[in-house]
């Protein structure tokens, strides 16, 4: 089975400052991971993907993920916050059937200037 | 391309009224996906479609929900009789089983009075 588990439902960091948002998953089959950001009022947005190449994946707006199969772990990290990053963001994971993904119940990342 | 369009944006209903809610997926898309987000439960996957044929139901709530796909280009989640619990707000996706990435629509937001 696979599931998600997103620690931490808000995070409030510093404009500047480092963001980490943590996403723990479980799967049966090597995964394929994703991060996805939702801006108010808007749908979900493709942040990075790990599909089993590179572990470090490199997304958009500066943000990164790294693939740790020891610690079945995927966090989100940015060097340096910035205010239009205030959103939540979605970690999810999919399994045997590429194609369906399973979510993680979502972190609020507020950014204070 | 467009993306994923999805009407209404908003729609409001008194209990028991029908609701449809319409969506046309990226073009070239075998997969289709109908979310609902609360804020008690999160992101929910109801139903998805690929090739246009219900692959997986088993979100669908109850009967009062059906879903379908007359064609690669457009899909219809409608609600019958609709009550004030069904308010949320339900996203489309769609992806190619290529690259596997959702991509999602900018939702409709329900409210039933």
């Known amino acids: 089975a696979q599931s998600v588990t997103q620690l931490g439902s808000h995070v409030s960091v510093s404009e500047g400052a480092l963001v980490l948002l943590r996403c723990n998953y479980s799967?049966?089959?090597?995964?394929?991971l994703f991060w996805y950001v939702q801006y108010p009022n808007q749908g979900l947005q493709l942040l990075l993907k790990?599909?089993?190449?590179?572990?470090l994946v490199k997304g958009i707006n500066g943000f990164e993920a790294e693939f740790k199969k020891s610690e079945t772990s995927f966090h989100l990290t940015k060097p340096s916050a910035h205010m239009s990053d205030a959103a939540e963001y979605f970690c999810?994971?999919?399994?045997?059937?590429?194609?369906?993904?399973?979510f993680g119940s979502g972190t609020k990342l507020n950014v204070k200037p | 391309d467009a993306g994923v369009i999805q009407s209404p944006r908003h729609e409001v209903t008194e209990m028991g009224q029908e609701v449809t809610l319409r969506c046309k997926p990226i073009s070239g898309h075998d997969y289709l996906f109908w979310y609902r987000q609360t804020m008690m439960r999160g992101l929910e996957l109801l139903i998805y479609?690929?090739?246009?044929?219900?692959?997986?139901d088993s979100g669908m709530p109850e009967d009062r929900f059906s879903a379908k796909m007359p064609n690669a280009s457009f899909s219809t989640l409608k609600i019958q009789p609709s009550e004030p619990r069904d308010s949320a707000v339900y996203f489309c996706?769609?992806?190619?089983?290529?690259?596997?990435?959702?991509?999602f629509g900018p939702g409709t937001r329900l409210t039933v009075t």
């Open positions: 996706a769609s992806s190619s089983q290529l690259t596997y990435e959702q991509y």
């Open positions: 799967s049966s089959v090597p995964p394929y």
């Open positions: 790990y599909t089993s190449a590179a572990t």
């Open positions: 999810a994971v999919s399994g045997y059937n590429f194609n369906k993904f399973y």
């Open positions: 479609f690929n090739n246009n044929v219900p692959i997986d």
